[in-house]
């Protein structure tokens, strides 16, 4: 799960993380009296939508003074914003975030991940600070620092030093920086976090070590754990189908093809995706219906499916492990009899009652299409849009 900036600079600065003070708005009139409450003369307006990139697009701008910010916020908010992230298609901006001015002296890189290889924490730090971390990697890998951290030790306070002295840090800017690298850890662990960044975190001219972006994921198989979090949910920052499959208990995620993609296991579903590119199609989607493929997540699979309306035919492809690939045909046959589908449907089942649930399928008196493996799926899915 996404959140916003302001909502991520909530939540460390519950844990004493270092970050500006600012005021999240929603409406021109709203920023002009947050600026009157800051520190400092110069206040930054920023766009919030769920997406790097905010600056290059636009949405970051320097009020050098606060009879500034009416201009720019009048700007921003309301604007089709968008970057990298976004696609062409943009995103609204419908909040801001109004902020204090920081007196930099550098801009640093520092974030942390889970690494499920080695099943320890890790925490990175870059002196390229404001670059996409992932540029750096690509380009000059040399300049990340790293050290792992085993949950049940925490961040060693050695480790954190480590990171300093690599960045350049020296004197008090060590021990603020070490600091603030702990607090950021305990606000990770305790919070479920899967990717915490802090792009940049800057070194003020005084010596201070704050966090002037953030960026915060969670784990959305810990939220149960965390209620308060789960409330900072934004939907108007997520696709409508991706809502509504998430309702259903349903994985999906659109993308730009043509071929609908219904399948249980998000392995197999990635499999399944990279074999229809194979056979020359495009995947629409991956939805993902789980372990229990029934009647009730496959009408609702489809539901979401074909409200793309870029989407030309559908391959479900079920592996049947936990569930029985002649109750997964059942519930196929009596979804796809209840609803009004006019695109090709093609089957691939596997696993326990393979046999079976072919037989339901070619007898159903319905027009499936029945594949013997992957391979024939893919091929006979985008011959039928073809």
Request: charged share 25%; aromatic share 4%; proline share 3%.
């Amino acid at each position: 799960m996404n959140i916003h900036e302001y909502q991520a600079k909530e939540i460390l600065k519950a844990y004493k993380v270092p970050v500006p003070e600012g005021y999240p708005v929603f409406s021109v009139d709203e920023a002009v009296e947050a600026a009157k409450k800051l520190p400092t003369d110069v206040c930054v307006v920023k766009a919030q939508i769920h997406a790097g990139g905010r600056g290059k697009g636009g949405g970051v701008k320097i009020a050098k003074t606060k009879d500034d910010v009416k201009g720019l916020a009048s700007e921003i908010l309301g604007m089709t914003l968008i970057t990298h992230q976004t696609g062409p298609a943009g995103k609204k901006v419908n909040k801001l975030l109004i902020e204090q001015g920081i007196d930099i002296d550098r801009e640093l890189y520092l974030g942390m991940v889970l690494d499920r290889g080695s099943s320890q924490y890790v925490m990175m730090a870059s002196t390229e600070g404001g670059m996409e971390i992932e540029k750096v990697a690509a380009e000059t890998p040399e300049k990340i620092l790293k050290v792992w951290i085993d949950p049940g030790v925490g961040l060693q306070g050695f480790k954190a030093r480590q990171l300093a002295f690599g960045l350049g840090l020296a004197g008090k800017q060590v021990g603020n920086a070490v600091k603030f690298m702990m607090a950021l850890y305990n606000a990770f662990d305790a919070n479920d976090c899967s990717i915490a960044e802090i792009n940049p975190l800057v070194v003020t001219k005084s010596g201070d070590v704050l966090a002037l972006d953030a960026k915060i994921n969670f784990d959305d198989s810990a939220l149960y754990r965390h209620k308060d979090i789960l409330e900072l949910r934004d939907l108007t920052e997520e696709d409508p189908s991706e809502v509504e499959a998430s309702k259903d208990g349903l994985n999906y995620i659109k993308l730009d093809g043509n071929v609908g993609c219904m399948v249980n296991g998000a392995g197999l579903a990635m499999a399944t995706m990279d074999i229809i590119k194979l056979a020359g199609g495009e995947p629409a989607n991956l939805l993902d219906v789980g372990g229990g493929a029934n009647v009730e997540t496959v009408r609702n699979g489809f539901k979401i499916i074909l409200s793309d309306k870029n989407v030309k035919a559908v391959l479900i492809n079920i592996f049947g492990g936990i569930v029985r690939c002649d109750r997964v045909a059942g519930g196929v046959i009596e979804a796809v009899n209840s609803m009004d589908i006019n695109v090709p449907v093609v089957v691939r089942l596997e696993g326990t009652n393979a046999k079976e649930a072919a037989v339901l399928l070619q007898e159903s008196g319905m027009d499936f299409i029945v594949a013997s493996d992957i391979a024939d799926a893919a091929q006979k899915v985008v011959a039928a849009i073809n």
